[in-house]
Each structure stands twice: as structure tokens, then as C-alpha cells.
Nanobody
Framework: QVQLVESGGGLVQAGDSLRLSCAAS????????MGWFRQSPGKEHEFVAT????????EYADSVNGRFTISGEKTRNTVSLQMNNLKPEDAGVYYC??????????????????WGQGTQVTVSS
């Protein structure tokens, strides 16, 4: 059974940095893409960033572009999210997601097949 496990969340102050990591276990083949979504209370899952290997591309939500950096290792099915200059509005539960097949919906919840349990990020002002 495939599992995505996130780590690295926590409580920080505005302006601080955090690094989230996600590793997949139980999967033999490389994912098509891996990404991060977040969810705040009362809101739907929000796209944050994604990395795709065929072709090799990265995408970011406008709200995090320039502050967050996504990186991944295709052969190891791992992905990380370096978050700098965090803002209170960045707070939420961050979910790692992975697509098992090619998709054009890399910015959308529906584009991903496997999900982690989430890791909490809290940013105090």
C-alpha cells in the first residue's frame, strides 16, 4: 500500500522559514508529478506548488511565488518545499500529493491520486 508521509511542519513567526518534506513508500514506479496543497479552516484545498518530471517543470501559486521553492527526486519519489518569509496567511495543514499518471490538472486537487495525512504549519504575526 502506498503511503505519503510529510514532515517538517511547526509553529514559526512571520518572516521565518520552514522546510517540509514528503516521502513515498510502497510504490515501485516513479510518480508523474508531486506537489503540495494546503487547507485552512473553512477553506478548500489550495494549490501551493508542484514539480513534474516529464517534462521537468515547476509551478507555484501566485501567493507563494518567489518565497517558496519546491524540489523533488523522481527516482526516490520524494518532494520538499522550502518556505521562506512565511506570512500568517500561509498557515494551514500542508498536504503532499502525487500523480500516478500524466495529467494537465497539476494545479488541481483532481490531478492527484495519492495524498499524505498532512502536516500543520502555524505562523504567528
Amino acid at each position: 500500500q502506498v503511503q505519503l508521509v510529510e514532515s517538517g511542519g511547526g509553529l514559526v513567526q512571520a518572516g521565518d522559514s520552514l522546510r517540509l518534506s514528503c516521502a513515498a513508500s510502497g510504490r515501485t514506479f516513479s510518480y508523474y508529478a508531486m506537489g503540495w496543497f494546503r487547507q485552512s479552516p473553512g477553506k478548500e484545498h489550495e494549490f501551493v506548488a508542484t514539480t513534474r518530471w516529464r517534462p521537468e517543470t515547476t509551478e507555484y501559486a501566485d501567493s507563494v511565488n518567489g518565497r517558496f521553492t519546491i524540489s523533488g527526486e523522481k527516482t526516490r519519489n520524494t518532494v520538499s518545499l522550502q518556505m521562506n518569509n512565511l506570512k500568517p496567511e500561509d498557515a494551514g495543514v500542508y498536504y503532499c500529493a502525487a500523480a500516478t499518471k500524466p495529467t494537465t490538472y497539476t494545479r488541481h486537487f483532481e490531478g492527484y491520486d495519492d495524498w499524505g495525512q498532512g502536516t500543520q504549519v502555524t505562523v504567528s504575526s
